[in-house]
């Protein structure tokens, strides 16, 4: 890649039409992001400790918080970093590994979803074959699957974005290195590399959203199938913090990569909700509507004032 550009450094210009509110931004983001981190930091410390929560749903929720605590780390630290008055400035291979690694963990945790989907379907559907079916070997497999569709994807996305020849101007007018951001600086004809990655995000994108449809549309037939209101509203309320995290997670997604004329202040909004906000709330929903895991979350803070006291 370094063959085929002139440039060492990009300049993060930030959020559009954001000039004068760094001291607020920072404040704010700092806030969400701390936020995110001990959130999903706790939700991994409850099932990692509690023996009731070694399960393949909470298996999967465990690798979710991990993504939710990695992903907003490949741009929050940067984007506070220049929000706080330091540099702006990014090396052009710092520029290439946030972008490889933005979505490589975007795409993995695409894919975890949809298996997360698949999980509740099978658990719904085939209760009495749930663990037959989703063994130890069947989860990790499926997680190891999700790992080579983003690294794969990642790959692709990045090679074509940094094959073209970058010799000026450097300036990125955006808050991160992000291919709608910066294929506009190349020097060479960028055409076929904006097709692949609209292409690419949107048909993963839209893949992935189409097998949680068939998911939840076989989980919604076998919800309605079950005689007791009770049985209904136990089989549903397993579902529900699943797929309201789906809808938050997809959304921002195809909005940015699928809209005809790109919009620099609605993408870098709702990058925001999709890159620092949406890991927040994942920590929000699986704790509040989970209460197994609200139950192992009180155990932890038991278990830790015992041991201050002591």
């Known amino acids: 890649m370094r063959n085929h550009t002139l440039l060492n450094e990009f300049v993060l210009l930030g959020i559009p039409q954001t000039a004068g509110l760094e001291a607020v931004l920072f404040a704010t983001f700092s806030?969400?992001?701390?936020?995110?981190?001990l959130g999903n930091s706790l939700i991994l410390t409850a099932i990692v400790s509690s023996s009731t929560l070694h399960t393949p749903m909470y298996f999967f929720l465990?690798?979710?918080?991990?993504f939710d605590?990695?992903?907003?780390s490949v741009t929050c630290p940067k984007m506070l970093f220049y929000l706080s008055g330091q540099s702006p400035v990014i090396s052009f291979k710092g520029c290439v590994t946030q972008l490889f690694f933005y979505?490589?963990?975007?795409?993995?945790?695409?894919?975890?979803?949809?298996?997360?989907?698949?999980?509740?379907?099978?658990?719904?559907?085939?209760?009495?074959?749930?663990?037959?079916?989703?063994?130890?070997?069947?989860?990790v497999g499926l997680?190891?699957?999700?790992?080579?569709?983003?690294?794969?994807?990642?790959?692709?996305?990045?090679s074509f974005t940094f094959q073209l020849?970058?010799?000026?101007?450097?300036?990125?007018?955006?808050?991160?290195?992000?291919?709608p951001a910066v294929l506009p600086l190349a020097c060479t004809d960028s055409a076929l590399a904006q097709k692949v990655g609209s292409i690419n995000v949107g048909f993963l994108a839209l893949m992935l959203l189409f097998s949680v449809c068939v998911s939840y549309t076989r989980i919604g037939i076998a919800i309605l199938r079950i005689r007791s209101a009770e049985g209904r509203r136990k089989a549903f309320s397993t579902c529900s913090a699943h797929l309201t995290a789906i809808l938050c997670a997809y959304g921002p997604v195809i909005i940015i990569y699928l809209q005809p004329t790109p919009n620099p202040l609605l993408g870098a909004v709702v990058q925001i909700l999709n890159n620092i906000v949406s890991p927040m709330l994942n920590s929000l929903i699986y704790s509040l509507r989970n209460k197994e895991v609200?139950?192992?979350?009180?155990?932890v803070f038991q278990n830790v004032l015992l041991t201050v006291r002591e």
């Open 103 to 139: 979505h490589f963990l975007g795409s993995t945790e695409g894919c975890l979803y949809s298996v997360m989907a698949y999980d509740r379907f099978v658990a719904i559907c085939h209760p009495l074959r749930y663990m037959l079916i989703m063994k130890p070997g069947v989860c």
């Open 31 to 37: 806030s969400i992001y701390l936020f995110t981190l």
């Open 62 to 66: 465990g690798l979710l918080s991990i």
């Open 165 to 179: 020849s970058y010799c000026g101007p450097n300036q990125v007018e955006y808050f991160f290195c992000d291919i």
């Open 143 to 158: 997680v190891v699957a999700a790992w080579l569709v983003g690294c794969l994807q990642a790959t692709i996305l990045t």
């Open 69 to 72: 605590i990695l992903f907003p």
């Open 294 to 299: 609200k139950r192992s979350l009180k155990r």
